[in-house]
């Protein structure tokens, strides 16, 4: 996204005084929890984390659930580069991965290697999204930005009877900061390479002194293009060919506003409503960047590729939410309702090979796929909770609840193929989908006290997940005609239990044990987008885990030093898997189970005053268990273009030969082998009270298979990521500034593949820049 220099300046112009004026607002800056993040000057310990994994305020050290925490000042620190924010958390936390080939709408989770990696607008993901109570199911919607944050939480393994809808991986929890009684702002604005501008800020207070508080929050993102098309020959679809900086930028803004009414005493409703405008590119797909028998492509350049279609891969969309939260507590018992509805549209633009046909020719033959663009015409999800819970300080304590979930949307996908290898060219292919998926829960859990250091806690949910896709209109639009013959009503159905125990035991006021157990599930899932291939609809039927895991969560050295472990296995039975076929096109199936096991630890350590460590890591092991599972590999014309490590046989001949691979004992796509991520700070006291700081992160992981089978080229190892922070904080937190670097190294870390094209995808090139901070105290 190019912008003029005078609309740069006003945004730098009027940003930078918003920083200053909402940062410097008196009153104190109060996030719903402690923020990890912040070395205080003074403070001696690392302090207590408060989360809500349980839907109360609890200390993380009393829970027993396996949760990590990203404070709200860290994820402003990932992301000060002008990172997706949410792409900006992966392996911040032991066990969970985020990454994209659809650009910054359409994030992938996964959380101890258990994900989805179809990119499908209407594909279903294990790990779930709630933003401020609210589940976000559709993948547009899970890309909503998070900002004005106050922290981070990653609830590991199967969830379901508290949370929204049930998931099998676990649940990304992000809580906002909230209205207040007092004046409150803070605010941080970065500037960096490539023309890179982000502003994270939020100011709120009273509007009626005990009545009525208001909080309004933004996030403004900014980078100018910096990718160059190096294509100069025949476009297929009038593709500016052969022209410097036109891609790669974008405009990311988003705006919330939260309103808290508090009537009476006991009595409080919270109403907020969001909107969001972005405009960027789409994932660029470097073609022939790996060469056979290698994962390694240093030569690739990141600001360059060489596109004949995709119209140099525009992405927009508009999203809009709003929701109600209300509460009564009457003594014995709070009532809670949790109203929420979210609606988005936008379109998706791309040349998705990667690269310009007659660059890239095989076996002498210029060949290609040309471009897809997935269009939402419209999205709306609606949800209804209610929730009744006892008061957290008894014996006894007890919540239950129920949740009504309905999203509709229209999705248009158009294929334009150009094989060059055959006598025509294929025209576009086009299709409309109607998708609809409503679901409804009961849910409850209790727990007691057998002990005052014993507490057994048990939770049930029964789910109803009913899915529909309808092929409304398909066609051939330059032969006119229709050619696909496939279904075009599909229904799937299924009621399913989930349920939860575990047993908390506190060893002595500094060491907590515990134990769970849990059984996730996740409904049918339909894949209608095949259709734009003249093939049938895949489906694949719901999956269950059963999973095992226990933990130790501690503190020592008087609260210098907090360590939390967990060990862990899992059982994934009829696990839903994504595939290709030959068109490229995502395939949808069962596997009779796939296994897990692993462990997690987290380290916080202040050994002096001044200086804070931590450290986080996670080993893990995945496998797929079924004897009778195929997936079809790599192939062009025939041949196969990767090296297939799995026992393979072939269907067809000639140019329609497939390949297919046996992928039993196989690892999960995107399940890290292992993870280790690091963050340190030191600061000097000065004489003003003020400080100097030096800070770092770090995040490595281990070997990574992108896809279903295993070959020399479609995989990672070792990636890692490097950030460094320098500067100055004023008395009392007032405000900072600091120069900062991301990706340090300028390290260039295979993200992802397209197979048939041996096309890469790329993590960020380094960005350096300054950025300003206020807070005051």
Not at 89 to 104: D, I, K, N, Q
Not at 689 to 702: E, K, P, S, W
């Amino acid at each position: 996204m190019t912008i003029d220099p005078l609309r740069r300046a006003a945004f730098l112009l009027g940003a930078a005084p918003a920083a200053l004026l909402m940062a410097g607002t008196a009153g104190a800056q109060t996030a719903p929890v402690a923020d990890p993040s912040v070395a205080s000057d003074g403070q001696t310990g690392v302090g207590d984390i408060i989360v809500t994994a349980e839907r109360r305020a609890e200390n993380l050290q009393n829970v027993p659930v396996s949760v990590g925490v990203i404070g709200g000042d860290d994820q402003r620190t990932y992301a000060s580069g002008g990172d997706d924010t949410l792409l900006a958390l992966s392996g911040r936390v032991p066990g969970l991965y985020v990454e994209t080939t659809t650009g910054r709408i359409f994030p992938r989770f996964y959380i101890r290697g258990l994900g989805n990696v179809d990119f499908y607008l209407g594909a279903s993901q294990p790990v779930e999204i709630i933003q401020d109570d609210i589940v976000l199911e559709h993948v547009v919607l899970k890309s909503n930005p998070v900002y004005d944050i106050g922290q981070v939480e990653v609830l590991r393994g199967p969830q379901g009877s508290l949370f929204g809808r049930n998931t099998t991986a676990g649940i990304i929890k992000f809580d906002t900061i909230k209205p207040s009684d007092t004046f409150q702002s803070r605010a941080s604005l970065s500037v960096g390479s490539y023309f890179t501008e982000s502003l994270d800020a939020g100011v709120g207070g009273p509007l009626i002194p005990g009545v009525l508080d208001f909080r309004v929050s933004t996030l403004l993102q900014h980078r100018e293009n910096w990718v160059s098309n190096s294509y100069t020959g025949p476009s297929a679809d009038g593709t500016a060919v052969g022209q410097s900086d036109v891609m790669g930028g974008y405009d990311d803004r988003n705006l919330r506003l939260q309103l808290r009414l508090t009537p009476a005493d006991g009595v409080s409703i919270e109403a907020s409503g969001h909107a969001r405008w972005y405009e960027g590119t789409s994932t660029l797909f470097h073609r022939a960047a790996l060469r056979k028998g290698s994962n390694q492509s240093d030569a690739e350049p990141w600001d360059r590729v060489a596109l004949d279609e995709g119209q140099q891969n525009p992405q927009a969309y508009n999203t809009y939410g709003g929701s109600v939260r209300a509460a009564w507590d009457f003594g014995a018992a709070t009532l809670t309702s949790i109203t929420g509805y979210e609606t988005s549209s936008g379109y998706s633009r791309g040349d998705t090979d990667g690269g310009a046909a007659a660059n890239y020719p095989f076996n002498g033959v210029a060949n290609g796929f040309g471009q897809s663009q997935g269009r939402l015409r419209d999205l709306d999800q609606w949800t209804q909770e209610v929730r009744l819970a006892s008061p957290g300080d008894r014996r006894f304590t007890w919540q239950v609840g129920g949740i009504y979930f309905d999203q509709r949307d229209f999705t248009e996908f158009d294929q334009r193929a150009f094989f060059l290898t055959t006598a025509a060219r294929n025209p576009n292919n086009w299709v409309l989908l109607h998708d609809i998926n409503t679901s409804w829960g009961a849910f409850g859990q209790a727990s007691f006290k057998l002990t005052p250091t014993l507490t057994i806690t048990g939770g049930a949910r029964v789910t109803e997940d009913r899915k529909r896709t309808v092929l409304l209109k398909t066609a051939n639009t330059q032969a006119n005609i229709v050619t696909y013959t496939g279904r075009r009503d599909v229904r799937l159905t299924d009621t399913q239990p989930s349920w939860d125990a575990s047993l908390l035991w506190q060893a002595d006021p500094n060491v907590s044990l515990y134990v769970r157990a849990a059984r996730g599930f996740r409904g049918p899932t339909i894949q209608g987008r095949s259709a734009v291939f003249n093939a049938d609809f895949t489906t694949a039927n719901s999956e269950t885990n059963l999973s095992f895991e226990a933990g130790i969560k501690s503190s020592a050295f008087n609260d210098t030093l907090r360590f939390n472990a967990a060990v862990f296995t899992y059982s994934v039975n009829d696990i839903q898997l994504n595939g290709n076929d030959s068109n490229g096109n995502g395939v949808l199936f069962n596997a009779d189970h796939a296994i897990g096991r692993g462990v997690e630890a987290e380290v916080t350590w202040r050994p002096v005053p001044n200086f804070t460590l931590g450290l986080g890591a996670s080993a893990l092991h995945t496998e797929i268990k079924d004897r009778n599972v195929f997936a079809q590999t790599c192939g062009l014309n025939g041949v196969q273009v990767c090296t297939v490590l799995d026992p393979f046989f072939t269907r067809g001949s000639g140019a329609g030969t497939t390949y297919f691979a046996a992928i039993n004992g196989n690892p999960l796509p995107n399940a890290p082998k292992y993870s280790i991520d690091a963050n340190a700070r030191y600061d000097l006291p000065l004489a003003n009270q003020g400080r100097l700081f030096v800070a770092g992160d770090f995040t490595i992981q281990g070997y990574t298979n992108f896809v279903l089978y295993r070959t020399r080229e479609f995989y990672a190892d070792g990636n890692y990521e490097l950030g460094a922070r320098v500067g100055y904080a004023a008395p009392n937190d007032a405000w900072e500034i600091a120069a900062f670097a991301r990706n340090v190294t300028n390290q260039k870390n295979l993200k992802g593949v397209i197979e048939n094209y041996l096309a890469a995808v790329y993590n960020e090139p380094r960005v350096i820049g300054v950025q300003l901070s206020g807070r005051f105290r």
